[in-house]
């Protein structure tokens, strides 16, 4: 698994419902989908999110290199990942925000600011957060018709799952999913992909 | 108004229909300069010496020395180093200006040191100085001098790295590997023209610096060597002339161009296979004597293109590199390396990234003179402004009627 609390980049834009991140192209795996993150809201308070998108900006340079018969260089790829100003950016979806210590699935009451540092939470914050009220934060993901949701909502209950099943708690698993029957109850169309995407994520006994 | 384009359209078939005609003489002289270099292709000892006794008559001349190898040779790619470090180097610069609000210069140097095929993250360097002309004792400075103090710092940079890379490799116990250090264009200092005597003095020191830079790194046992694209130089061919001149009549060999139009380019680009180098020439020049000994300035041209589309380089190198077979042949084979990286466009891809690193863009121009005036005025100086003619320019709005 990959290190937890480890920086993920510095905040380019911002808004109430979203931010964007730019952060050096690395091989490890993280930032993930799904992944829940924290960037500062002032003093010990936190804004959180979830990444829907991680896309790589292409250029001319990297157009050319490729543009050839030649296999590439190594050293070639290594400094086009960690040398050029090329950023990976992760796109995250705001969800909540803790204050004076407490835990809300409320939109932040505002944006964090650019090139404020954005952080992978560690496995306690992720349960904590997804664990805290009754899933407040899923009608964030929901509400959104240009994200991927199906996807994005298997990527992060796999993530958050393993979580507390490994923390002892086996039924979050069977909570969340009952949580997203009846937010989508009057959406048999969105219901099934979100099933769908959850069965191939578990065996469908397990929900 | 914008551009006359009416008149423009006339000009451009005006000289589409003279094209022709002259291709065609360029043709015949391209033909002949071609014959000449097959007929002294084994005389480069005779040619050599003839060319130097028109530069005892003429200093100025630019012209080719051959050496050793036959004028019309060419050279396979040969194997790449086992292993060899790459550094590269390239400068840009704001250049002053008296319409700005602050007369000031910056040089911004940046460098990237790589190791080929091995997968390690190169290391790059960024080096920006910073001269306010009219704090300086000089007063002023002309582009010339700020471009002899850019080029000046390349080579200075590439030393002083090489020499860097050299105490890593002793202190880890590890014998060194070959260093090959880069920068783009000649490596003759451009300049020493002038007439001023404050822009002669100024790059008098610059020069003394320079051939410092390049002792050091013949100290240093690197690799040195300048890379001219799509060159227009016409060195070979000149020498061409030189040998197609009576001898009685090399006094005036400034007057005597009949070759004019040809370049070396058109001289090797069917010479030349894909990787091929031609032979190695010494340079004439007015400054040439001054690099001396180890220093003498020496090149070859390579075919960094492909069998249906050859391309030309230019490669300048000291004279220790020129007759090192590992270092010359590790210099044109890392070069090939690094023009294939580029696909089509070939060009060293060490040469692009330090332009990369380099370049100064426009924003952080303005942001220089920004924190300049800011600090000016903190510390109660007085700053100037921009001139007027200046300021209308910058007005924002329509530019033109």
Redesign the interface.
């Known amino acids: 698994m990959a290190e937890k609390e480890y920086k993920i980049g510095h905040l380019l834009r911002s808004g109430i419902t979203g931010f964007v991140a730019g952060c050096p192209i690395v091989d490890q795996e993280i930032p993930r989908f799904g992944e829940l993150v924290h960037a500062p809201m002032g003093g010990k308070d936190r804004i959180y999110g979830i990444v829907h998108e991680i896309s790589i900006s292409d250029d001319g ?1 990297v157009r ?2 490729i ?2 018969s ?1 296999p590439l ?7 086009n990942r ?3 100003t090329v950023p990976m950016e992760i796109s995250v979806l705001a969800v909540g925000y803790r204050r004076d210590g407490a835990i809300h699935h409320l939109l932040p009451p505002r944006a964090p600011l650019s090139l404020d540092v954005l952080y992978q939470c560690s496995d306690a914050e992720l349960a904590e957060f997804t664990g805290a009220g009754r899933f407040g934060y899923l009608r964030h993901l929901l509400r959104n018709p240009d994200l991927p949701v199906a996807e994005l909502i298997a990527a992060h209950v796999a993530q958050a799952a393993a979580v507390h099943s490994a923390a002892g708690n086996s039924t979050w698993k069977q909570q969340v999913s009952q949580e997203l029957i009846t937010l989508l109850r009057d959406d048999y169309q969105v219901l099934m992909q979100v099933l769908g995407a959850l069965g191939d994520a578990f065996p469908i006994s397990d929900l | 108004m914008p551009l006359d384009f009416l008149s423009v359209k006339q000009q451009i078939q005006r000289l589409a229909a003279d094209a022709p005609a002259q291709l065609k003489h360029l043709e015949i002289l391209r033909r002949h300069a071609g014959e000449l270099l097959s007929a002294y292709a084994a005389k480069g000892a005779e040619l050599r010496a003839k060319v130097e006794q028109a530069a005892a008559e003429d200093s100025f001349l630019r012209a080719a020395k051959p050496t050793d190898e036959a004028l019309n040779a060419t050279f396979p790619l040969p194997a790449a180093p086992a292993q060899a470090t790459i550094i590269a180097a390239d400068g840009s610069q704001i250049s002053p200006s008296r319409h700005e609000a602050m007369n000031y210069f910056l040089i911004n140097l940046g460098a990237i040191q790589l190791t080929p095929s091995t997968g390690e993250t190169p290391t790059t360097f960024t080096r920006s100085e910073l001269h306010v002309a009219e704090y300086d004792a000089r007063g002023s400075y002309t582009e010339d001098m700020v471009a002899q103090a850019r080029d000046k710092g390349e080579r200075v940079l590439l030393a002083e790295l090489a020499r860097a890379e050299l105490a890593t490799a002793e202190l880890a116990a590890k014998s060194p590997q070959l260093i090959f250090t880069l920068t783009d264009g000649p490596l003759e200092l451009w300049g020493g023209r002038s007439r001023d005597p404050d822009e002669l003095e100024s790059f008098a020191k610059h020069f003394e610096d320079y051939l410092a830079a390049l002792r050091s790194l013949h100290a240093a046992g690197a690799a040195t060597a300048g890379y001219v694209d799509k060159p227009r130089a016409d060195l070979v061919v000149r020498a061409l002339e030189v040998a197609a001149t009576p001898q009685d009549q090399l006094a005036d060999m400034r007057h005597s161009r009949p070759l004019r139009g040809v370049t070396d380019y058109d001289l090797f680009a069917g010479l030349l296979a894909p990787g091929a180098r031609s032979a190695i020439f010494a340079l004439q020049s007015q400054l040439s004597p001054k690099y001396d000994g180890a220093l003498a300035l020496h090149f070859f041209y390579l075919n960094v293109g492909s069998q249906k589309t050859p391309w030309l380089a230019r490669v300048e190198m000291p004279a220790w590199v020129a007759e090192s077979a590992a270092m010359l042949n590790g210099l044109h084979a890392l070069l090939i390396g690094q023009c294939n990286v580029m696909g089509i466009l070939s060009y060293p891809y060490a040469l692009h990234r330090a332009h990369e690193i380099a370049i100064v863009s426009r924003e952080e121009k303005d942001q220089v003179t920004q924190m300049l005036l800011a600090e000016w005025r903190a510390q109660g100086l007085t700053a100037g402004v921009v001139s007027h003619k200046q300021a209308i320019k910058d007005l924002p709005g329509r530019t033109r009627s």
């Open positions: 340079l050319q290199i543009n050839t030649a260089d190594p050293t070639v790829i290594a400094d960690t040398n050029r």
